[in-house]
């Protein structure tokens, strides 16, 4: 997985590119501002084992096998609020009522064992934001999806000076205080 800060730095270097990024690295550029975007995310450890992200309106489905399927998994977005539009036990099919008018606003909602989560928010905040399981090491797990938004509006909204000097400060107190950071630091 590519962390927030390695995205980040890419995009700020103009690296970013649609083939710049792997499967196993779990990014999405999402370019498309003022729609919505609609997430489904499941858990399906009984017949699948794995945990998957998947978006209505994107082409590709990122997955990464995990052993984390058979529990409840709170999933948080960076950079935005979103309406929960489904929310339920069992496997998500096309035929599941979703709640468009006046759905559920939240940063956090929970992905129930063994069912779905069905999310969507508006392409409105140019940046690097993680879509992930607020367990830790369930990040670490893999349980994360990186969204890249408005990639050619993200250097406007960057303090390149500030970004440089804090990460620097950052290296030199790693350096310094001999901590090892063996997980992504969600």
């Not at 069905?118 to 690097?128: E, K, L, M, S, T």
């Not at 000097?165 to 950052?170: D, G, H, I, L, N």
Request: aromatic share 8%; charged share 20%; glycine share 8%.
């Amino acid at each position: 997985m590519l962390t927030n800060s390695a995205a980040l730095r890419q995009v700020l270097d103009g690296k970013v590119t649609a083939e710049a990024y792997t499967p196993v690295q779990q990014v999405v550029a999402l370019n498309d501002p003022g729609t919505f975007t609609t997430f489904v995310i499941t858990t399906d450890g009984m017949v699948r084992g794995f945990s998957r992200f998947t978006a209505s309106n994107i082409p590709t489905e990122r997955s990464k096998t995990n052993h984390t399927a058979r529990q409840a998994h709170p999933i948080h977005l960076h950079g935005h609020d979103f309406f929960i539009l489904a929310q339920g036990s069992g496997t998500y099919t096309e035929d599941v009522a979703r709640r468009t008018k006046n759905p559920p606003r939240r940063d956090v909602a929970m992905l129930p064992e063994g069912g779905y989560l069905v999310i969507a928010f508006q392409q409105d905040n140019p940046g690097a934001w993680l879509l992930h399981c607020h367990v830790g090491w369930h990040v670490s797990q893999g349980f994360a999806l990186q969204l890249l938004e408005q990639v050619g509006s993200i250097g406007a909204t960057v303090d390149q000076a500030r970004l440089d000097a804090t990460c620097s400060k950052w290296k030199d107190h790693v350096a310094k205080s001999g901590i090892v950071q063996d997980e992504s630091g969600v």
